[in-house]
């Protein structure tokens, strides 16, 4: 790195300002950590309610901020099974948990190793006849085959990861079940001992990395004669770490190299180098250089002296794993064929001088490098950044509510005392003391909504007790449930009023939501489904982007689905009480498990508020605010493309025709909804009614 053309500089400042431009900066890398950190910290916690024993964490390119739009990044997601227990020691064993014993030796491919099965009552060997998921061999142990995982709904086995892809308004996921390690494994301890002065990473850095959890995942070393048997030791964690460390300028050259990879090599051969061989090679050269020759005005010969790493890499067939450094990436990867053309590829970047950066079409970064190379704005400023912003909120709002619903359903065919326990498990989660401070936000998030059901719940089953301690309580856990975002939770307490008869404050809520509800700015989110989600609100992209504490966006720009179940139905309107029994016995032969919701009625948010005023209005006798609720609801089906029950808003809006006596109309709703769900729509029940009274009439 020590000869540095005279165009160097500025081709890298140019080539960092285009970065800048399509969201490689700074700011949204932190945003996309930020956010992706509570996202995980909300996985576990859901899973963790459920009374599944596991973490998940996420590791690759989505939660290191490495990825843009154009490169569409997987989000790896890894799923730690804890009630498995990985020992290298017998001292290791512990009581009541699968144990598996790592086995490591001269037969075993290095980065991997066998697991044999233990007794869980005893530190002994399982003795037991072999089944589907475990071989014998020739020491009489039984070893864990890596193939025990049953395939996920929706997905495809890829490598030691279920890929779930080509799902409508589903970001493409990778999700790995491992089982975790007692100790860190021994091969992936040498990194730790090397003596270390001026080079990256320092010593802090290594001793975090040293208490940092290791896997074991379900692959074996390809054409290993133990391929089946054989479990990848994964060091996510620490790479994980290690990635959070570096600059801007060393995540800009690791996001280029995967740009250059993806033009210029995995279009023709996809399987031999991958992403994790580029950024393996990156951290070896960063800890081959000093921390200050990673500058902005150095990038284009960082970059330079990357690739150069890496066709020396695949020219000696030789890439170490950066911590298990037995283990050489690059066995068996190249054909005889191919080693060649990819070399050449290569040699091309590498000789061209920055010129082969202008072939690059990833991102339209060959028009904004030639743009900014002429002397043009490359870029409209943060119109990609804001559209990041917005995504990345949006998405996990979106898995909240999902989150949200999950719990729920756990809870929708209990009576209402059952789900009072059921929800005052979820609220006094034991573990809480043990939390980190994201993970007590990710628990606060979850609570709200919780607070607003535990409030519905316990006023549906005594609303006709006139019992007052029992309706100051359920109001005040509605009050609580409130700042879950802009309208759900208020929408929750309004129908508790408007059950309850209090018309006065009914409307007097309403009116607030209506105010705080900025149809230019607020997101409709829904995830009970998949379906095809539109472009996002510029004013949305705007807030995400310009906020640095996101949590605190949730209540005032997003607006989630209403949930009510069956044991709240006497705080849920008649007219709503019908999507709760949508499904005939012929229907239910067309759902999958995850349409659990359906048991539900669910409603989104901004039509089911212009419903609740066309009602509310109704019983004041304002004719002139009822017609206007009532033409709001009608405009919300055509204008916001966003709502996922558009259906069930429908079937609401059908019923209002039917009040207001305008049979066609209503059965208009009504063909509509049907057109949008044809199964599983209390449509069908509503037409049947209304074909009813016509006939009787």
Same mark, same amino acid.
């Given at each position: 790195?020590?000869?540095?053309?005279?165009?160097?500089?500025?081709?890298?400042?140019?080539?960092?300002?285009?970065?800048?431009?399509?969201?490689?900066?700074?700011?949204?890398?932190?945003?996309?950590?930020?956010?992706?950190?509570?996202?995980?910290?909300?996985?576990?916690?859901?899973?963790?309610?459920?009374?599944?024993?596991?973490?998940?964490?996420?590791?690759?390119?989505?939660?290191?901020?490495?990825?843009?739009?154009?490169?569409?990044?997987?989000?790896?997601?890894?799923?730690?099974?804890?009630?498995?227990?990985?020992?290298?020691?017998?001292?290791?064993?512990?009581?009541?948990?699968?144990?598996?014993?790592?086995?490591?030796?001269?037969?075993?491919?290095?980065?991997?190793?066998?697991?044999?099965?233990?007794?869980?009552?005893?530190?002994?060997?399982?003795?037991?006849?072999?089944?589907?998921?475990?071989?014998?061999?020739?020491?009489?142990?039984?070893?864990?085959?890596?193939?025990?995982?049953?395939?996920?709904?929706?997905?495809?086995?890829?490598?030691?990861?279920?890929?779930?892809?080509?799902?409508?308004?589903?970001?493409?996921?990778?999700?790995?079940?491992?089982?975790?390690?007692?100790?860190?494994?021994?091969?992936?301890?040498?990194?730790?001992?090397?003596?270390?002065?001026?080079?990256?990473?320092?010593?802090?850095?290594?001793?975090?990395?040293?208490?940092?959890?290791?896997?074991?995942?379900?692959?074996?070393?390809?054409?290993?004669?133990?391929?089946?048997?054989?479990?990848?030791?994964?060091?996510?964690?620490?790479? %994980?770490?290690?990635?959070?460390?570096?600059?801007?300028?060393?995540?800009?050259?690791?996001?280029?190299?995967?740009?250059?990879?993806?033009?210029?090599?995995?279009?023709?051969?996809?399987?031999?180098?991958?992403?994790?061989?580029?950024?393996?090679?990156?951290?070896?050269?960063?800890?081959?250089?000093?921390?200050?020759?990673?500058?902005?005005?150095?990038?284009?010969?960082?970059?330079?002296?990357?690739?150069?790493?890496?066709?020396?890499?695949?020219?000696?067939?030789?890439?170490?794993?950066?911590?298990?450094?037995?283990?050489?990436?690059?066995?068996?990867?190249?054909?005889?064929?191919?080693?060649?053309?990819?070399?050449?590829?290569?040699?091309?970047?590498?000789?061209?001088?920055?010129?082969?950066?202008?072939?690059?079409?990833?991102?339209?970064?060959?028009?904004?490098?030639?743009?900014?190379?002429?002397?043009?704005?490359?870029?409209?400023?943060?119109?990609?950044?804001?559209?990041?912003?917005?995504?990345?909120?949006?998405?996990?709002?979106?898995?909240?509510?999902?989150?949200?619903?999950?719990?729920?359903?756990?809870?929708?065919?209990?009576?209402?005392?059952?789900?009072?326990?059921?929800?005052?498990?979820?609220?006094?989660?034991?573990?809480?003391?043990?939390?980190?401070?994201?993970?007590?936000?990710?628990?606060?998030?979850?609570?709200?909504?919780?607070?607003?059901?535990?409030?519905?719940?316990?006023?549906?089953?005594?609303?006709?007790?006139?019992?007052?301690?029992?309706?100051?309580?359920?109001?005040?856990?509605?009050?609580?449930?409130?700042?879950?975002?802009?309208?759900?939770?208020?929408?929750?307490?309004?129908?508790?009023?408007?059950?309850?008869?209090?018309?006065?404050?009914?409307?007097?809520?309403?009116?607030?939501?209506?105010?705080?509800?900025?149809?230019?700015?607020?997101?409709?989110?829904?995830?009970?489904?998949?379906?095809?989600?539109?472009?996002?609100?510029?004013?949305?992209?705007?807030?995400?982007?310009?906020?640095?504490?996101?949590?605190?966006?949730?209540?005032?720009?997003?607006?989630?689905?209403?949930?009510?179940?069956?044991?709240? %139905?006497?705080?849920?309107?008649?007219?709503?009480?019908?999507?709760?029994?949508?499904?005939?016995?012929?229907?239910?032969?067309?759902?999958? %498990?995850?349409?659990?919701?359906?048991?539900?009625?669910?409603?989104?948010?901004?039509?089911?508020?212009?419903?609740?005023?066309?009602?509310?209005?109704?019983?004041?006798?304002?004719?002139?605010?009822?017609?206007?609720?009532?033409?709001?609801?009608?405009?919300?089906?055509?204008?916001?493309?966003?709502?996922?029950?558009?259906?069930?808003?429908l079937n609401l809006l059908g019923q209002c025709m039917e009040e207001e006596n305008n049979i066609e109309n209503a059965f208009k709703c009504y063909a509509r909804s049907l057109q949008i769900r044809g199964r599983n729509n209390s449509a069908k029940f509503h037409i049947c009614k209304l074909l009813h009274k016509l006939i009787n009439n």
């Amino acid at each position: 790195m020590s000869r540095i053309p005279d165009y160097a500089h500025n081709l890298s400042l140019r080539m960092s300002q285009v970065m800048d431009g399509i969201g490689v900066s700074e700011k949204i890398m932190m945003k996309r950590r930020r956010l992706m950190l509570l996202n995980e910290s909300l996985f576990t916690l859901t899973h963790q309610l459920l009374g599944k024993d596991r973490n998940v964490f996420f590791f690759g390119s989505q939660i290191e901020g490495t990825t843009t739009i154009g490169l569409n990044s997987d989000l790896d997601c890894l799923i730690s099974m804890n009630n498995y227990n990985v020992i290298q020691d017998w001292s290791e064993w512990e009581y009541g948990k699968h144990n598996l014993l790592m086995i490591q030796d001269e037969y075993v491919s290095p980065g991997y190793c066998l697991l044999q099965e233990l007794r869980d009552d005893a530190p002994l060997p399982l003795v037991v006849e072999v089944n589907d998921n475990s071989y014998r061999d020739r020491m009489g142990r039984i070893l864990l085959k890596n193939t025990m995982f049953n395939v996920l709904e929706n997905a495809v086995r890829n490598g030691p990861a279920q890929s779930v892809r080509d799902v409508p308004g589903v970001e493409d996921n990778d999700y790995v079940l491992a089982f975790p390690c007692h100790e860190r494994p021994v091969q992936a301890g040498h990194w730790l001992n090397q003596h270390r002065e001026e080079h990256w990473p320092t010593n802090d850095i290594v001793q975090y990395c040293r208490n940092t959890r290791c896997f074991v995942v379900g692959v074996g070393k390809s054409g290993s004669v133990n391929e089946l048997l054989e479990w990848r030791i994964s060091t996510s964690f620490a790479e %994980r770490y290690l990635m959070f460390n570096l600059n801007i300028t060393q995540i800009r050259c690791y996001v280029l190299m995967k740009m250059i990879l993806k033009t210029f090599i995995t279009l023709r051969f996809p399987d031999n180098i991958s992403s994790f061989m580029c950024k393996t090679v990156l951290l070896h050269c960063i800890s081959y250089t000093r921390s200050d020759a990673w500058k902005e005005i150095t990038l284009f010969i960082c970059l330079s002296f990357c690739l150069s790493t890496l066709y020396n890499c695949v020219q000696n067939e030789y890439c170490p794993h950066f911590f298990i450094t037995q283990n050489n990436l690059m066995s068996g990867r190249f054909l005889p064929e191919t080693k060649p053309l990819i070399l050449e590829n290569l040699r091309y970047v590498i000789e061209s001088d920055g010129r082969a950066l202008l072939e690059i079409k990833c991102d339209n970064i060959d028009k904004y490098l030639q743009s900014s190379l002429n002397g043009f704005e490359p870029i409209h400023p943060h119109f990609i950044p804001t559209l990041i912003a917005g995504q990345l909120l949006k998405y996990i709002t979106r898995d909240i509510s999902s989150f949200f619903k999950c719990l729920l359903s756990e809870m929708n065919d209990l009576s209402p005392r059952l789900a009072m326990q059921k929800l005052l498990t979820f609220m006094s989660y034991h573990h809480i003391e043990n939390y980190t401070n994201i993970d007590r936000k990710a628990y606060r998030l979850i609570t709200r909504y919780l607070c607003s059901s535990r409030g519905s719940i316990l006023s549906s089953s005594n609303i006709n007790q006139q019992d007052h301690l029992t309706y100051k309580k359920a109001l005040e856990f509605l009050s609580l449930g409130l700042d879950s975002d802009v309208a759900s939770g208020k929408l929750k307490l309004a129908s508790f009023f408007y059950c309850t008869g209090d018309i006065e404050r009914t409307e007097l809520i309403l009116k607030n939501i209506e105010e705080c509800y900025d149809l230019s700015v607020v997101e409709p989110i829904c995830w009970c489904y998949s379906f095809k989600h539109y472009s996002i609100r510029d004013k949305f992209k705007g807030l995400c982007y310009e906020s640095n504490e996101e949590c605190r966006l949730f209540k005032h720009i997003t607006a989630s689905c209403v949930y009510f179940i069956r044991c709240e %139905r006497n705080c849920c309107p008649l007219e709503l009480q019908h999507e709760m029994f949508r499904s005939t016995q012929e229907d239910h032969a067309y759902r999958s %498990r995850d349409d659990k919701w359906m048991n539900m009625a669910v409603v989104d948010s901004l039509p089911y508020l212009y419903f609740l005023q066309y009602k509310t209005y109704s019983r004041l006798g304002r004719q002139d605010d009822k017609q206007r609720a009532l033409n709001n609801i009608a405009r919300t089906m055509d204008v916001e493309p966003n709502l996922g029950h558009r259906d069930t808003a429908l079937n609401l809006l059908g019923q209002c025709m039917e009040e207001e006596n305008n049979i066609e109309n209503a059965f208009k709703c009504y063909a509509r909804s049907l057109q949008i769900r044809g199964r599983n729509n209390s449509a069908k029940f509503h037409i049947c009614k209304l074909l009813h009274k016509l006939i009787n009439n």
